[in-house]
């Protein structure tokens, strides 16, 4: 029979309030993390990265943190907009040659 | 207007029939991929291929062939044997898997619906 997946976590704020999205990533040795926004029917779109040899990294609106002691990696979106509403997917590049690794993704939804 | 493209958009399979899917980037990346992703789920990687003429099979392999005759093309066939082919499938490239630190892109995707 079909399997039943497990819905994506969901992530509601106040339009104008700050966003911050977790994720867990599973390999300590991992060099390169990728954050990733896909909407509704679309491809998803890189929004920003960081390598290893940083802890935080900003960009316009969004900001990446790393931590790796806990393997962890935020995405912290500043004035969230209405356009900011989507899914939000984390990845990264394991050593060796082997494709990236994806997060489940968290659905990010703005309330106006 | 360089990128990605995927065709068709929406892609209709009959039962028991095989649909191909097209996936063409003019980037110069070296590798490709195709995904998986069901309603309100993460990626899953069905095959992926480094070089031409060379493909390496993902988690979800079966049900699905691929080849890599040109740089530029990646196309993948949608078997009879896969039984639930109803999903969206995305295509992405690389530069170069292994180098580490380089973005990987997507295409705009292909929902594939079983009459």
């Known amino acids: 029979g079909e399997s039943v997946g497990l819905h994506l976590p969901t992530l509601s704020v106040q339009e104008g309030d700050n966003s911050i999205i977790n994720c867990a990533y599973s390999?300590?040795?991992?060099?390169?993390f990728i954050w990733y926004k896909q909407e509704s029917g679309k491809g998803p779109q890189f929004i920003i990265d960081?390598?290893?040899?940083?802890d935080k990294r900003q960009g316009q609106r969004v900001t990446v943190l790393l931590n790796k002691t806990v393997k962890h990696l935020s995405l912290q979106i500043a004035a969230t907009q209405p356009g900011d509403s989507a899914v939000y997917f984390c990845?990264?590049?394991?050593?060796?040659?082997?494709?990236?690794?994806f997060g489940k993704g968290t659905r990010l939804s703005v309330i106006a | 207007d360089g990128g990605i493209t995927q065709s068709p958009k929406y892609l209709f399979r009959k039962e028991g029939q095989n649909v191909t899917l097209s996936c063409e980037q003019n980037?110069?990346?070296?590798?490709m991929y195709w995904y998986r992703q069901d309603p309100g789920q993460g990626l899953r990687l069905i095959y992926y291929?480094?070089?031409?003429?060379?493909?390496q099979k993902g988690d979800i392999a079966e049900g699905y062939s691929v080849s890599r005759e040109k740089k530029e093309s990646f196309p993948l066939t949608v078997t009879s044997a896969q039984k639930n082919p109803t999903a969206f499938y995305l295509c992405?490239?690389?530069?170069?898997?292994?180098?580490?630190?380089?973005?990987?892109?997507f295409g705009p995707g292909t929902r594939l619906l079983v009459l």
């Open positions: 990845a990264e590049n394991p050593p060796g040659n082997t494709p990236l690794v």
């Open positions: 390999n300590s040795a991992s060099d390169y």
């Open positions: 960081i390598r290893s040899n940083m």
């Open positions: 980037l110069n990346h070296d590798a």
């Open positions: 291929s480094q070089i031409v003429n060379d493909f």
């Open positions: 992405a490239s690389i530069y170069s898997q292994g180098a580490g630190k380089e973005t990987q892109y």
